[in-house]
Nanobody, 124 residues
Framework: QVRLVETGGGLVQTGGSLTLSCAGS????????VAWFRQALGKEREFLAA????????YYGDSVKGRFTISRDNAKSTVALQMNSLNAEDTATYYC?????????????????WGQGTQVTVSS
């Protein structure tokens, strides 16, 4: 099992940047693929990015490709999401999720472990 805790959310101005962090517990965190999703008020959960076991196999959603970067540090059991050029449409609750598999997926149903979420608000 793995427990996930997201941090780094907050209020940022349009055009600004923010880095979210997902801390995973458990000695086997490095054997989990990790993804970031977000959910805005009244909208469905949206896939953003996923990363494989040792940082390889990156996968990005179309809406954030070129603006967001996912990375991981297995020594610290963390996965980061660097977000640049933020706009109002990026306002949402951001979640990290993990699955005990080497393969990447953009389907939220494939992830069995979720954090509690962190709120990101982009103001104009």
């Amino acid at each position: 099992q793995v427990r996930l805790v997201e941090t780094g959310g907050g209020l940022v101005q349009t055009g600004g940047s923010l880095t979210l962090s997902c801390a995973g517990s458990g000695r086997t965190f490095s054997r989990y693929s990790v993804a970031w999703f977000r959910q805005a008020l009244g909208k469905e959960r949206e896939f953003l990015a996923a990363i494989g076991w040792i940082g390889g196999g990156l996968y990005y959603g179309d809406s954030v490709k070129g603006r967001f970067t996912i990375s991981r540090d297995n020594a610290k059991s963390t996965v980061a999401l660097q977000m640049n050029s933020l706009n109002a449409e990026d306002t949402a609750t951001y979640y990290c999720a993990a699955r005990n598999s080497a393969s990447l997926s953009k389907d939220a149903r494939d992830y069995g472990y979720w954090g509690q979420g962190t709120q990101v608000t982009v103001s104009s």
